[in-house]
Every structure is written in C-alpha cells, then in structure tokens.
C-alpha cells in the first residue's frame, strides 16, 4: 500500500505549497548557510550547528505528518461511502417495492373515490347507507398503503431517518394489528359468522338499491353456487322479492340464485328466480340453489385452508422482512453519519 503517500502527495500538493508559503516546513538547510558551509564537509557543518539536526528531524516528522494526513485525506471517503453490494439491493428493493404500493395504493384511492362520485354517494338521501358502501372502503384503503408506501419509498431514497422511523413504526403497527385479527378470528368463529350474516342480510336488503352490492353479492352466489345467507328464502327481507311486493319478482329470487341463469349459454335470464320462493324445497332444487351462502363460505375456507395459510404466512414475512430491511438501512444511515463525524473530529 505504499502507492497512498504519493497518490495523496499528488493530489493534495496545494497543501504543501501552503504550508511552504506559511512558513510550516521550511527547506532542511537554509540558503544562508549554503553558502557558509560550500568550504566545508557535512560532518564540520553538523559539528559546528548543533540546532540544524533538532531542525532536520522536526522537519521530517512534520513532512511524515503531512503524507499521513494526505494519505488518509484520500483513503477517509472511501471508508465513510463503502457499502457492500448487498445494502445497495437492499436499499433500492425497499425503494422498488414501496414505489410499486405507491402506485397500487393511488389506483385503489382514485377507484374508490369515482365509485363514490359516480353513485352520487355524498348526496344527502344516500349519505346514510354509505358507511356499508364497499366505495368507501376501497378509498380508505388506497389512501393508507399510498401514504405508508410514499413514507417508505422517500426515506429510503432520502436517507430520512424521520420518515423510516414513521415507515417502520407503521408497518409493525400494522403487523401487530393483522396477528391479533387472525388469532381473533380463528378464537371467535361464532361471533364472525354472526357479524357475516348481518353483513350479507344487510346487503341483500339494499341489493337493486347499491350497484355495488348487487355485483357483490352476485359474485358470491354464483361463485359459491348458493342463494341467500342460511337459505333461499331470506331473500324475503328484500322489498322486491317479498311475497307481498307488487311487482313481478314478488315472491322470487335474483338469478344468480339459478341453476342456469343463462339461456342458450350466452344471455342472462333475470327471470329465472322469478316465484321460486313459492316452491318447495323439492321442486326448487332443479332451478335454484337452496343452500346459504354462509355455509358455502365455511366449505370454501375448509376446503382452501391450506392456500390461506400459506398466504398469510408470505403476507406477514414479507412484513417482517420489510421491517429488517428498514432497521438494517437506519443502522447503516447512523454509522455513516457517526464516522463522517469522526472525520470532521479529526480534521479539526
């Protein structure tokens, strides 16, 4: 390593001229006494001037001082910016995939809010319905992983430490939030089912009223091959399909209720369901399904318990990976800045 002197003697030779200006290091043997000793050996010239060798010597030690300085002035950034090629990855993946929810985030948030709009849900006869409109949810939620995933994605191209903080804080939070809801949902399975059919018979209730509930609840029966949440005739508790409605779906059920909703397989019959809840059970069967969707739901997570498992599982290491990533960023951010100031310290 003996080439870092000169390179830095190179680099840094405005630096020695200064000093040579100041006076710092001045020349090992004056000019004055050149001249004296031109007669005479340097063994009579060191004999007679005993301070030139103290001078000598000090001269040297300041000239090694100055190599030294120079040397680590060249070598010190490359210790404060080394960084393997691994925290680069790191850094620029946490960036990658936080600009990506960025995204996803601001496309679920403009979703929901032109639902919103374009069922005129802020109006003041809807205004009441709109804590169950699915609108509102898809905007709350767009809204939450766009401002965490732009924290995430600015600190770590910043190096803020105050918004990776923020960053990380939330994601924990977060985390923390989505084991107590799965250890609660699996300990309080009846108490969900519950909160499932009030949910579904509230659905039902609005379903030609709420665009939006209607694809929903479509989706689902058909989806599950199932009518209503525990039986066909809950569709009764809709004003339209009630026995006593005036109109012609009195006394019937949607068709995505129906066997074969489809006519020649390409279009939709809306008056397959129509009287089915006048039929028995026996003669139902053939145009309609007869079991609840809720039930439809527990054989569907029974049956896909292992997919559900596996993905939870990835959901929350990629979570807890994030989380390592961040605090191993922070870890760097702070050693960098302690050794700079280490530097400074030292140039002082």
């Known amino acids: 390593m003996g080439w870092f002197p000169s390179f830095g003697r190179f680099f840094f030779f405005w630096e020695r001229r200064n000093h040579f200006q100041n006076g710092e290091n001045k020349p090992l043997i004056p000019k004055g006494d050149v001249k004296k000793s031109e007669g005479t050996s340097a063994a009579t010239y060191l004999g007679t001037h005993d301070s030139s060798g103290s001078h000598t010597s000090s001269s040297l030690s300041c000239h090694e001082g100055s190599t030294r300085a120079s040397s680590w002035s060249v070598f010190t950034p490359r210790v404060l910016s080394s960084s ?50 699915p609108m509102l949810l898809f905007t709350f939620l767009g809204l939450v992983l766009a401002l965490l995933s732009l924290t995430g994605c600015v600190g770590a191209l910043r190096e803020n430490m105050c918004l990776l903080r923020t960053f990380s804080a939330a994601v924990l939070l977060l985390l923390v939030a989505q084991v107590l ?42 989806g599950l091959q199932c009518c209503g949440a525990d039986t066909y005739r809950d569709w009764e508790i809709n004003v339209y399909f009630n026995c006593s ?4 779906q009195a006394c019937g059920v949607p068709p995505s209720c129906c066997v074969d909703p489809l006519e020649n397989g390409t279009v939709w019959n809306t008056q397959c369901g129509v009287g089915a809840q006048q039929l028995d059970e026996f003669s139902a069967q053939s145009v309609i399904f007869l079991g609840g969707c809720l039930g439809g739901i527990s054989r569907w997570i029974e049956h896909n318990s292992g997919v559900i498992v596996t993905v939870v599982i990835i959901l929350l290491g990629a979570q807890i990976l994030t989380l390592f990533i961040t605090a191993h960023l922070l870890q760097k951010i702070r050693w960098n800045r302690a050794q700079h100031d280490v530097y400074l310290k030292s140039l002082q």
Do not use: C, H
């Open 84 to 133: 393997s090629w691994s925290d680069y990855i790191l850094k620029y993946l946490l960036i990658t995939s936080n600009l990506l929810f960025t995204v996803l985030g601001l496309v679920t948030l403009v979703l929901g809010l032109w639902g919103l709009i374009n069922k005129e849900s802020f109006a003041q006869e809807k205004i009441s319905g709109i804590g169950t409109d």
């Open 245 to 248: 409605a005036p109109g012609v």
């Open 181 to 222: 809801a799965v250890v609660l949902v699996y300990s309080l399975q009846g108490q969900i089912v519950e909160v499932l059919r009030s949910g579904m018979l509230a659905a039902m209730v609005r379903y030609l009223d709420d665009l939006d509930l209607r694809f929903i609840t479509d989706e689902i029966q058909t």
